[in-house]
């Protein structure tokens, strides 16, 4: 038994409101809808994307949604390109509001906001991490750090107090990490690990605390395999893990659950967890189809998570026993990024993933509960 | 001494010769010889034993006891004619009861002799003979007869059982007989001792004499069986007998000092004992220098390395011997490094020489590396370069091995060398032998040890973490109770479609061309390089259009990225081009291997195509089928018998083959489809071009000169595509050609160009049809037979340095004989 095309409601979003503004050929377009077969009783056909932004003309590097705010504020996602531009999506009109250039027409790989949308840190392979005042308008770098690091990791943050924050950053050392304090930008310490250790560099970063207040800690995944819980005020190592066999492309932290889950370059995820004597030890592992994975995010409800493949496909599972929910396939290059928006009304939130192909997908996944 | 006894001796054994002749003469049997004979004896013990008796005494001794010999049974009182022997002097003793042995008469029978022997030997007077000769050899007796001695004691096993032919008993065995007398320099070595601590001198040299005379006769092992555990034993902590065995060893003539040494140095348990048995004899005595430094290191090659590891470590262990070490060192860095012994020698003398110098390496210390640092970096360095150089896997390993030592050695702070190379069981013993005491555990590092030793370098974690740290999954705690089920809620879509990832590779060889050249997409690329040779297979037609072109770009293909099996990807699909289209292509390749600007590489590769395509296209194959990937792998012949009536259409069109003579040139005569073998009609298009230019170098090229691995390549290709070319048309033009290029190469350095020669042979001679080869080359032919080993000189069975080489050419010579035969077998 085929079904017939399913009838789909991608009109709402392709809906311009009279006058939009931004750049002619930055255009969001809504999906055609795809023909589907699927037999009765079994399983429902995995979704399509909600809507798809098209038009930044280069890969994806990285996704930031910034949603959370009141109700004059709009929705926002910003995204990082291979080009250098970090572009600000408006998610009511799927149009680009402003593009920004800050790196050099070097590659943007991180872009995280402090506070609400108008405080931006972005950080690009030009070196630096730059601080961006977007308020009213503006689209100036009030600050930059300079990384003088090479490779491909992500900073981390994490705010300490109102106007505080903490930001770990892989250094220029080829296995240190930094970690400062903003907007002052006062270092606070270096960790280096121990001599001889072939660690490799750092890969991916998740600074975090237990409490709003306790001391902060940082889970860093590196070139080895291995994940290394830090103390960062005293600068000691706490634990170490070798969960992979290849480099620790991502890694994303459950600080209730004290849980984290892990991605590599080869075929596994690892989960693993933090006991009370703060040793870190595998939970769990889990085989996938294809090798590679380079993003990894939990939502913030800690429901689900969403893993980004070089294989094409975002894939989704419950976060509690890693259970497969979906494996979503409709990038033609590698997903290198997917990230979920943090909407009051848990019925809009959204996730969205960016890939080599140029794309953003946006998707409404598990939001019923 | 006993001066008035002498006198009383003489006079009684004078009177015991005349009563035991009367006795014999008589044929009686009386009191008289039991008497002369017990005062024989209590004269002996009263003169004081036979160690007291005089050069006269003992002169009449001698002819007493032969008397008694040859006294007959009846006269001889017995026990009191035993005792005689055995308490008279020990030399005369033996010496009569052997003259005895063999004497035929009345007196003593050879049974009665050799009875008389083996206790003589069971009541230990062999020490009382080897005593005698020593304090003789101290008082100056006269070498003839100590010579004499020497020999009779040394010979006596084979004297005996020359004697008693198959009755020997069994304690003449030479098994039994050397531990004995073992056993007796032991005793003897003990008297000199407990005489040294007396304030006595003694002279050793007779018991080195024997010594040096046993070992010499190849009885090391029974005589040093004994000897050297005891005396490890008793020089452990006394200088006396440390300075004993130092003269034992010392004492022994020149002509004896190599079997000695080597004994000593392959029975010591350790270089330490070793030391303490030679002590600086290698510094004292030329000979023995000669056999330690030279003769066991750079001439022989066939002792164990627990031998070299003795013997080295003996050189280290003193400061007058560390000077020989770093001599010898130098010689053989020497050797190592020089290229004419690297091409000439055998595999196992490298082997070896490699061993003892990395032995040697470990026993330096700081400074004597330091004196010496520019001479090792420069033997280094010249000994990695011919080893590379060589086209025997083993020997370049071997030079890595060594090199990387020796540059670890005198690097301490610096850069080292670091080869890359398979570790294997000989090179991981190598490097064992730099280490001077192993480890006590050498386990191969497990994959836990590693998460255990980054746990270690972690000075934080506490100690109950280290279990967890493997990648096992822990069961969870006691919160996993709570989250049992609470995933279900979320409803898992269909994930059925998630399947591995295919790229999807052009479908067209066109396409393929230019993905090849011009693409920047690595993943479509790669999987182009993956597509490729099925697409060849399954497309002859459009590949015959663009063959040439394909061939060329598949040669000048580098890996991108990192496929794996590229090399192996490129090389089928290298095949499937030159098996669909093998006139063009192989022209091609054939013309680019002697062309300019290609690596050695890249020319091996072509041989390699060349090799395996001919393969496939000769063998059977079937029009229609599509051939699968793993095609062009050799595949079995079918069997003759497996189908009669191709089996016999076969035989009749070799048989018209054999008889037929055609005049059409090869190019022209195209099989027709059923034909089994598709490579006898193009074997000259990849035969002839290869041999036509090796002997023209090139200014990047020169098979003749150091490119020789691309030639033993070259000649293998040739020995192959010989021996696939079995019943072509072309292929007695094509043996001619071959032998003629042998003859000019026989004479090649590299033992594996040689072995490629001979395989070239080998496979001519299975190949050409025996009537063809007589016919045509009857002359080269003999020539060949007569470099592989019929002459007496020059012969490759024989002289042939690689063991390879000389099997081969008796395998080629053994070919020739069997050919010869069955042509006796059929008169033409």
Redesign the interface.
């Known amino acids: 038994m085929r079904a017939s095309r399913r009838p789909r409601d991608v009109t709402r979003g392709a809906r311009r409101p009279p006058g939009s503004r931004g750049d002619r050929r930055i255009i969001a377009a809504p999906l055609p809808p795809r023909r589907r077969s699927f037999i009765a009783g079994m399983a429902l056909p995995p979704p399509d994307p909600q809507f798809v932004l098209r038009g930044t003309s280069a890969a994806i590097h990285t996704l930031h949604f910034s949603c959370g705010g009141q109700e004059p504020d709009l929705p926002v996602l910003f995204s990082g390109s291979e080009n250098g531009l970090i572009h600000v999506w408006n998610l009511k009109t799927h149009r680009v509001d402003t593009a920004l250039d800050g790196h050099g027409r070097k590659s943007v790989y991180c872009v995280e906001t402090m506070g609400g949308k108008d405080r931006l840190l972005s950080q690009g392979r030009d070196q630096r991490i730059c601080l961006w005042d977007l308020a009213e308008g503006r689209t100036s770098v009030t600050d930059s750090v300079c990384t003088e690091h090479v490779g491909f990791c992500r900073c981390s943050l994490v705010q300490l107090a109102q106007g505080r924050w903490l930001m770990a950053t892989a250094a220029k050392g080829l296995q240190e990490v930094q970690v400062l304090e903003l907007p002052s930008k006062t270092s606070v310490c270096t960790l280096k690990p121990e001599v001889g250790a072939k660690l490799g560099m750092p890969m991916c970063l998740k600074l975090w605390q237990l409490s709003c207040g306790s001391q902060p800690l940082l889970l860093a995944g590196y070139e080895d395999g291995s994940v290394i819980l830090w103390n960062v005020t005293m600068g000691k190592a706490l634990s170490q893990l070798i969960c992979h066999q290849e480099p620790v492309m991502s890694l994303d932290f459950d600080s209730e659950r004290t849980k984290g889950i892990s991605g590599s370059s080869e075929k596994v995820l690892c989960i693993w967890s933090l006991n009370e004597q703060q040793n870190l030890q595998v939970y769990k592992t889990h085989e996938l189809v294809n090798a590679g994975i380079s993003d990894i995010t939990i939502r913030p409800d800690k429901k689900i998570l969403a893993t980004a493949g070089w294989d094409h496909r975002i894939r989704i599972f419950g976060w509690k026993k890693l259970k497969p929910l979906a494996v979503l396939d409709y990038h033609t290059a590698a997903v290198h990024c997917v990230s979920f928006s943090e909407h009051r009304n848990p019925r809009e939130r959204l996730l969205a993933a960016g890939s080599r192909d140029q794309r953003i997908s946006l998707w409404s996944l598990y939001t019923q509960s | 001494m006993a001066a008035p006894a002498g006198p009383e001796l003489e006079r009684v054994l004078r009177e015991a010769a005349a009563a035991l002749g009367r006795a014999g003469a008589a044929e009686g049997t009386g009191q008289g010889p039991a008497a002369a004979l017990g005062a024989v004896l209590s004269a002996l013990s009263a003169a004081g034993g036979p160690a007291a008796l005089g050069e006269r005494e003992r002169a009449q001794f001698g002819a007493f006891l032969r008397s008694l010999a040859r006294a007959p049974g009846a006269a001889r009182p017995d026990g009191e004619w035993q005792r005689c022997f055995l308490e008279g002097p020990p030399g005369l003793a033996l010496c009569i009861l052997l003259e005895a042995l063999g004497s035929a008469g009345p007196g003593l029978a050879p049974r009665e002799a050799a009875a008389m022997l083996e206790r003589f030997l069971r009541e230990g007077r062999l020490s009382a003979l080897l005593w005698d000769g020593c304090q003789q050899q101290a008082h100056g007796g006269c070498p003839e007869q100590q010579d004499a001695l020497l020999n009779r004691i040394v010979c006596l096993p084979e004297h005996v059982s020359n004697k008693l032919q198959g009755e020997n008993p069994p304690v003449f065995f030479p098994q039994n007989y050397f531990p004995l007398l073992g056993a007796a320099v032991l005793q003897v070595l003990q008297m000199i001792s407990d005489s040294l601590r007396g304030g006595l001198d003694c002279s050793i040299s007779f018991v080195s004499h024997v010594l040096g005379k046993v070992c010499i006769h190849g009885r090391q092992k029974e005589i040093l069986g004994v000897l050297v555990p005891r005396l490890t034993e008793l020089t452990k902590s006394d200088c006396i007998w440390q300075r004993i065995c130092w003269r034992l060893v010392e004492c022994v003539p020149e002509r004896w000092m190599e079997a000695v040494v080597l004994g000593f140095v392959q029975r010591a348990p350790g270089s330490d004992v070793l030391s303490r048995l030679l002590g600086n004899l290698v510094v004292k005595n030329k000979k023995a220098q000669f056999v330690v430094t030279q003769k066991v290191l750079l001439l022989q090659y066939g002792h164990t390395t627990a031998v070299l590891q003795n013997l080295l470590g003996y050189l280290s262990l003193d400061s007058l011997r560390r000077a020989l070490l770093l001599r010898v060192l130098q010689e053989l860095l020497e050797t190592w490094g020089s290229s004419s012994a690297v091409k000439h020698s055998p595999p196992e003398q490298q082997l070896y020489i490699s061993k003892a110098i990395l032995i040697c390496l470990s026993h330096l210390k700081e400074p004597e590396i330091e004196s010496c640092r520019q001479e090792l970096l420069t033997s280094m360095m010249e000994g990695v370069k011919c080893h590379l150089d060589s086209s025997l896997p083993q020997l370049r390993r071997l030079g890595m091995v060594v090199a990387e030592s020796i540059s670890s050695k005198i690097n301490t702070e610096g850069p080292v060398l670091k080869f890359e190379y398979e570790e294997d069981d000989e090179t991981r013993e190598l490097r064992s032998l730099l280490v001077q005491t192993p480890p006590l555990c050498v386990v191969p590092s497990l994959p836990g040890d590693?998460?255990e030793k980054?746990?270690a370098?972690?000075?934080?974690?506490?100690e109950?973490?280290k279990k967890?740290?493997?990648?096992?999954?822990?069961m969870?705690?006691k919160?996993s109770d709570a989250?049992l089920d609470?995933?279900?809620?979320?409803?898992?879509?269909?994930?059925s479609?998630?399947?591995?990832?295919k790229i999807k590779a052009p479908v067209y060889i066109r396409d393929c061309i230019e993905v090849l050249t011009g693409s920047e997409d690595v993943d479509k690329w790669e999987a182009t390089v993956k597509a490729l040779e099925s697409l060849i297979r399954r497309n002859p037609a459009a590949t015959r259009e663009v063959s040439v072109e394909l061939a060329k770009i598949l040669l000048h293909l580098e890996e991108k990225t990192c496929i794996e099996g590229f090399v192996e990807l490129r090389q089928r699909a290298q095949v499937a081009v030159l098996t669909t289209d093998p006139i063009p292509v192989s022209k091609y390749l054939t013309s680019q291997f002697y062309s300019l600007n290609y690596s050695l590489r890249q020319r091996m590769d072509i041989l390699d195509v060349l090799v395996l395509a001919a393969q496939e296209l000769s063998c059977p194959k079937f029009h229609g089928k599509p051939k699968h990937s793993d095609a062009q792998k050799p595949r079995i012949q079918l069997l003759p018998g497996n189908d009669s009536s191709k089996d016999w259409r076969r035989i009749v069109d070799e048989r018209i083959k054999s008889k037929t003579r055609r005049f059409a040139t090869r190019q022209c005569h195209v099989e027709p489809a059923s034909s089994p073998n598709q490579f006898s009609s193009v074997a000259g298009h990849f035969f002839f071009p290869l041999l036509q230019h090796f002997d023209r170098p090139l200014t990047t090229f020169d098979l003749l000169g150091e490119d020789h691995l691309v030639l033993g390549r070259l000649v293998h290709t040739l020995a192959v595509l010989m021996y696939l070319a079995v019943n072509a048309v072309a292929v007695t033009a094509m043996g001619k050609a071959l032998l003629e290029f042998v003859w000019t190469l026989r004479f090649h350095t590299d033992s594996y160009v040689r072995q490629g020669l001979l395989s070239c042979i080998s496979s001519l001679l299975l190949s050409v049809p025996a009537e063809l080869l007589l016919a045509d080359m009857t002359e080269e032919l003999l020539e060949t037979q007569s470099w592989l080993g019929a002459a007496s000189f020059a012969d490759m069975v024989e002289k042939d340095p690689d063991g390879d080489c000389r099997r081969l050419a008796l395998q080629n010579l053994l070919l020739m004989e069997n050919l010869k035969k069955k042509l006796e077998a059929v008169p033409s």
């Open positions: 590693e998460s980054a746990g370098a972690l000075p934080l974690v506490p109950s973490n967890s740290q493997t990648a096992a999954p822990v969870p705690d919160e989250e609470s995933d279900d809620d979320l409803v898992p879509y269909d994930m479609e998630d399947k591995e990832l």
